[in-house]
């Protein structure tokens, strides 16, 4: 059966090579061909879209660099939405789950990763798309595509430990 990935922001970047957000867009962008070949389902959340689209308003003092990415940016998550992208995007939040997840948060954002560093809601939203993903894709492995060690860890042939 078929993987499937919940590219993260930290990918995300990486595949629209966003200054100072970006160090191995080429090693990136190789895996996400591997993962196309490999026939993996490649989902992106909106917490990864509206991240990505907040690090490009910051990523530099040079507003043309800016114009240059974000077209990339919109362009990318245009084609996704119409099913011409590598990736497909997940449904915005409802507002049900968020209440719920907001109501989880003070005990989320208390956790920190071997670094000493915390999470945030964005990295909370990811990890409750990949529990959907794990709910409506029993028996298939469901993943979180990400370079930061906290997120990657969610993966179901592996679980973390919580």
């Given at each position: 059966?078929?993987?499937?990935?919940?590219?993260?922001?930290?990918?995300?970047?990486e595949?629209?090579?966003?200054?100072?957000?970006?160090?191995?867009?080429?090693?990136?962008?190789?895996?996400?061909?591997?993962?196309?070949?490999?026939?993996?389902?490649?989902?992106?959340?909106?917490?990864?879209?509206i991240?990505?689209?907040?690090?490009?308003?910051?990523?530099?003092?040079?507003?043309?660099?800016?114009r240059?990415?974000?077209?990339?940016?919109?362009?990318?998550?245009?084609?996704?939405?119409k099913?011409?992208?590598?990736?497909?995007p997940?449904?915005?939040?409802?507002s049900?789950?968020?209440?719920?997840?907001?109501?989880?948060?003070?005990?989320w954002?208390?956790?920190?990763?071997?670094?000493?560093?915390?999470?945030?809601?964005?990295?909370?939203?990811i990890?409750k798309?990949?529990?959907?993903?794990?709910?409506?894709n029993?028996?298939?492995?469901?993943y979180?595509?990400?370079?930061?060690?906290?997120?990657?860890?969610?993966?179901?042939?592996?679980?973390?430990?919580?």
């Amino acid at each position: 059966m078929k993987s499937i990935a919940l590219i993260d922001t930290s990918i995300f970047c990486e595949v629209l090579d966003v200054p100072s957000k970006a160090s191995d867009a080429g090693k990136i962008r190789k895996e996400l061909e591997r993962k196309v070949a490999a026939d993996e389902v490649l989902l992106l959340p909106m917490t990864a879209v509206i991240e990505t689209g907040n690090h490009i308003g910051q990523c530099s003092s040079d507003g043309g660099l800016r114009r240059k990415v974000a077209m990339r940016f919109v362009g990318a998550v245009l084609k996704a939405m119409k099913g011409k992208a590598p990736f497909t995007p997940t449904p915005f939040f409802e507002s049900v789950a968020l209440e719920k997840w907001l109501a989880e948060f003070p005990e989320w954002a208390v956790r920190t990763d071997p670094k000493g560093k915390g999470s945030g809601l964005g990295d909370l939203t990811i990890q409750k798309e990949w529990d959907r993903q794990r709910e409506l894709n029993p028996g298939r492995r469901v993943y979180i595509w990400s370079k930061d060690q906290h997120l990657s860890s969610y993966d179901t042939d592996n679980p973390p430990a919580i």
